[in-house]
């Protein structure tokens, strides 16, 4: 059995998972994340017999005022935001079926989020102690490969896939967020860091930097502002506009790079640790 | 005379001059060049192809039959997407 608390931006989390299986492979994915601290809101997990189910990752659900609804077919249940407090079954004896439950959480903190102002966003982060560099891009852009480079440069990762962005005072922010891609790191940096800079990425043959246009920089931010579910044209507006006041705040370039951390030298910062 | 006006369920930002567009249905996500801005702006309102044109004829100083020629071959793109909304 796993009673545990998982932090995230907006707040802590308590995980519920009675079933010994699931719990075990819950642990091994998030065991190192859990904390000792006062959850404001609960999910509880129980397994249950799908004979349909099978592994996808598709995030299938819909948001029902303040109901976070999962229609997964391995796992099914809903979180009530309001509340802060909710129920899912997962499919037992589907292969991956934790990922169900990584799937499910990622719905509900992102919303838990979103309901803080604050904006998860398809991106990798670094920070150089002081400050944050976002390096956005879609899957295979090099976000990883970014991440990692930096990290061995010195630089504390916060996460190579996705983070929250919100504007505190005015400034841009980062948190990360439990959820990180194909990165063998582990260890990420905690807590807030105000960003310095935004990059698009594209691979290539040459580290270069080149300013982007602010209109084609919003567009850009917007795109890696993901979300599971559609959204409604007020919560678009609402990404348009934070998209425009984060490019507002801080500069946006695309980046060019390739494969070796030599690119940092173009960007210029200081280094945490080596 | 037709008129057109802005799909309702399109989200949209003018940035420096140009609107970015977003349709909530697809999620696809469009740059709009200064040009087409001005007739995205102008379709907040529902309008004949003649009183865009002559807003963009007044804005970037061209003839009012250049400017309609213009719209006239842009606004079908526009219906198409299904971002604009041609009225009976």
Known sequence: MIDAVLPHPAGALRIVVRDESLARRIGDRFGALFVDAKPDAAIEFAVADMPEAYWDESLRGRLEGTRVIAEMNGARGEFDLAAGAGRFEIARHVEWSELFLDNVLRMVIVELGYRAKMWICHTAAVADGAAAYLFFGVSGAGKTTVTELSAAAGFAPINDDLVFLSMEGGVPTVTGCPFHGATRIRRFANGKFPVRALFALEQSGVNEIVPLPRPAAVLALSRALVTWRARSRDEQAGALAFADAVCAAVPVSTLRFRKEPAFWELIGPKRSAS | ?88
């Open chain 2, 1 to 88: 005379m037709t008129r057109y006006r802005q799909n309702r369920e399109i989200a949209w930002r003018a940035v420096e001059g140009q609107a970015i567009l977003i349709d909530t249905r697809e999620g696809m996500m469009r740059q709009l060049s200064p040009v087409a801005t001005l007739v995205w702006d102008a379709l907040e309102e529902e309008r004949t192809v003649e009183e865009i044109a002559a807003r963009v004829a007044e804005r970037f100083d061209v003839t009012v039959e250049r400017a309609r020629a213009d719209v006239e071959s842009f606004l079908p793109t526009l219906v198409s997407r299904n971002l604009v909304v041609e009225l009976a």
